[in-house]
Each structure stands twice: as structure tokens, then as C-alpha cells.
């Protein structure tokens, strides 16, 4: 059974980090594009970063310079490294893993919530 799990989420003031992980397990993540994408209340789930299999990143403008996407596909865990973080980065943090060599699935972890607030 392929799974892919959040966690690191947690309570945090403005200004603060934190580290998301998401660790697969049932597959290999080196086939996979890892994403991550946000939402909060009332809005639609957007997209955070992602990182390709050739460890290529990419950003919404909102978190570029303060969010770090990365991977180690030995350990089959992707990170998001979130710095100078912002209460509107208040979410729940979803991981989205594409199987992009051999087409098997995209998946969706369960999230894990971030709240930044003083």
C-alpha cells in the first residue's frame, strides 16, 4: 500500500521555523515530482513548492526566499523548510507526489497543521 505522511506541523510565533516532512512508504519517491500545497479555511488548496526528481525546486512567489523544498530519496522523504514564517501561512500543509516515469498514481498525504500566531 503506497502511503505518503505529513509531519513536523505544529505552533509557531511570526518570525519562527519550521521543518514539514513527508515520508512514503509502498513506493519509491525517486519516480515521483514531490509537491506541497496549503489550505485554510475557506479557501481552495494551493500550491507551496515542489522539487523534481532531479532535485530541481520551484516556489509560489509568496514563500520564494523563506521556503526550502528538498528531498532525499535515499530515506524516501521529502522537506519543507519554512523560515521567517507569517500568520498567513497558516494552513494545513499537504504532500502531493506525482509518479511521473511510470504513470502509477498521484497521491495525497493526510496534512499537517501550521499555525503561526503570537
Known amino acids: 500500500q503506497v502511503q505518503f505522511v505529513e509531519s513536523g506541523g505544529g505552533l509557531v510565533q511570526p518570525g519562527g521555523s519550521l521543518r514539514l516532512s513527508c515520508a512514503a512508504s509502498?513506493?519509491?519517491?525517486?519516480?515521483?515530482?514531490m509537491n506541497w500545497y496549503r489550505q485554510n479555511l475557506g479557501n481552495q488548496r494551493a500550491f507551496v513548492a515542489a522539487i523534481s526528481r532531479f532535485h530541481t525546486p520551484s516556489y509560489a512567489g509568496s514563500v520564494k526566499g523563506r521556503f526550502t523544498c528538498s528531498r532525499d530519496n535515499a530515506k524516501n522523504t521529502v522537506y519543507l523548510q519554512m523560515n521567517s514564517l507569517k500568520p498567513e501561512d497558516t494552513a494545513v500543509y499537504f504532500c502531493?507526489?506525482?509518479?511521473?516515469?511510470?504513470?502509477?498514481?498521484?497521491?495525497w498525504g493526510q496534512g499537517t497543521q501550521v499555525t503561526v500566531s503570537s
Open positions: 502531493n507526489a506525482v509518479d511521473v516515469v511510470l504513470g502509477a498514481g498521484n497521491y
Open positions: 509502498g513506493t519509491n519517491i525517486s519516480n515521483y515530482v
